[in-house]
Nanobody, 124 residues
Framework: QVQLVESGGGSVQAGGSLRLSCEAS????????MGWFRQIPGQAREAVAA???????TYSDSVKGRFTISKDNAKNSLYLQMDRLKPEDSAMHYC??????????????????WGQGTQVTVSS
């Protein structure tokens, strides 16, 4: 498994922007996908965006057109640029890495690695 560390969360007003970062402890081999999830306490985890080993990106309908997922292989890092934030985007955001292709905006599997999460709070 790989260790993942997220950063960049915080509090912003609606319409603002945040950029989340996720640094992996080692280089991921070809065939891995990486992705972002979010979760509100008491609710199911939601897949937000994923990027596959070739750089193909997928997004959930709730963030499409507002969020951009990207990665820098040289830095072993994954990013999520979040623009035009809404109060309903408030949640703990998690980075994940798994071997295989994403399933829509979801990159996860039995061997997935997860970060500890970073909180995003958007006020109206």
């Amino acid at each position: 498994q790989v260790q993942l560390v997220e950063s960049g969360g915080g509090s912003v007003q609606a319409g603002g922007s945040l950029r989340l970062s996720c640094e992996a402890s080692r280089t991921l081999s070809f065939g891995y996908c990486m992705g972002w999830f979010r979760q509100i306490p008491g609710q199911a985890r939601e897949a937000v965006a994923a990027i596959d080993t070739d750089g193909v990106r997928t997004y959930s309908d709730s963030v499409k057109g507002r969020f951009t997922i990207s990665k820098d292989n040289a830095k072993n890092s994954l990013y999520l640029q979040m623009d035009r934030l809404k109060p309903e985007d408030s949640a703990m955001h998690y980075c994940a890495a798994a071997f295989g292709m994403p399933n829509g905006a979801s990159c996860e599997g039995a061997s997935a690695s997860w970060g500890q999460g970073t909180q995003v709070t958007v006020s109206s």
